[in-house]
């Protein structure tokens, strides 16, 4: 189900909303603060371990005049993080002859700050790679050569379409997705107990390693509750996993998520 973007939260209109958030603590501050401002709780199990993998010798070669590359494209906040790291170890700043674009505002955010650049494209209503693929600076990159720049995952459609748009496309995988190590015991009581109320899931990826981490019973358990899903795409992995209630915000933002989950709360 899909419903309009929301305004904002009221104080207090998640009181007892108990929520899981599978992302990396480091990418929730925003949505904790916002949840817990407004009497809710959020239990953070992070699904994903990211392990930055870019290469010394190709961000230089890429990044160099000589490659003659227009565009970079980021696919998420780490693959411009482990570009920027991999760029602070040999002592690089972004090239001045390569544009800037993003899938989604806070990596547009994130590319502005770290990189220096003033206009990053990025997708204002439509976030994710085809709401980057629709916009106009897009339509026209006929003569252009594009690295993307990602984790592997995810980016199928950008390497599906743009190479029939452009010159050439470059795919360079700069971090990987790793199932992490944690400990789920906090996490079984509370779904045993059935206080779970909405889960958050922000890729396949995330919502598959939640399952693996979990196991087949607790799994099961969980499917009952319901899901909170960044894109149409997860929800129909979820729908195919056996979850029979899952939600899709207007937007993919944590405002946007928030908003909808408080409208399920009443």
């Known amino acids: 189900m899909r419903l309009p973007d929301p305004v904002s939260c009221k104080s207090g209109s998640l009181n007892a909303v108990r929520i899981l958030n599978t992302r ?3 990418f929730s501050q925003y949505f904790v603060q916002q949840v817990e401002q407004s009497g809710g709780k959020v239990v953070g199990l992070p699904t994903i371990e990211i392990e930055f993998t870019a290469d010394s010798q190709e961000i230089a070669r890429i990044l160099s005049p000589a490659e003659s590359f227009d565009w970079a494209v980021f ?4 693959a411009v993080l482990s570009v920027l790291d991999c760029m602070k170890s040999i002592g690089l700043s972004w090239p001045s002859h390569i544009k800037c674009a993003a899938v989604g505002p806070k990596t547009a955010k994130l590319v502005n700050h770290v990189f220096e ?6 997708p204002t209503e439509r976030y994710g790679a085809q709401g980057l693929l629709d916009m106009n600076e897009m339509q026209h990159v006929q003569s252009s050569r594009i690295v993307v720049f990602d984790g592997g995952k995810g980016t199928g459609i950008l390497m599906r379409e743009l190479p029939a748009r452009c010159n050439e496309v ?8 790793n199932l992490p190590n944690v400990d789920i015991e906090p996490v ?3 779904i045993r107990d059935q206080s779970i109320h909405f889960i958050l899931i922000t890729s ?5 390693n939640l399952f693996q981490l979990l196991g087949a019973q607790l799994s099961n358990e969980l499917k009952h509750s319901t899901f909170v899903v960044y894109s149409a795409r997860i929800a129909e992995y979820l729908k195919q996993q056996g979850c029979s209630k899952v939600l899709v915000p207007a ?6 998520v928030i908003g909808l989950i408080e409208r399920y709360s009443i």
């Open 170 to 177: 470059v795919h360079q995988t700069v971090y990987s997705r």
């Open 117 to 122: 650049q003033d206009l990053v494209l990025s």
């Open 75 to 78: 696919s998420s906040q780490n």
């Open 188 to 190: 079984a009581k509370l």
């Open 204 to 208: 396949v990826n995330g919502g598959s």
């Open 251 to 256: 937007f993919a933002s944590d405002d946007s």
């Open 24 to 26: 990396p603590a480091e």
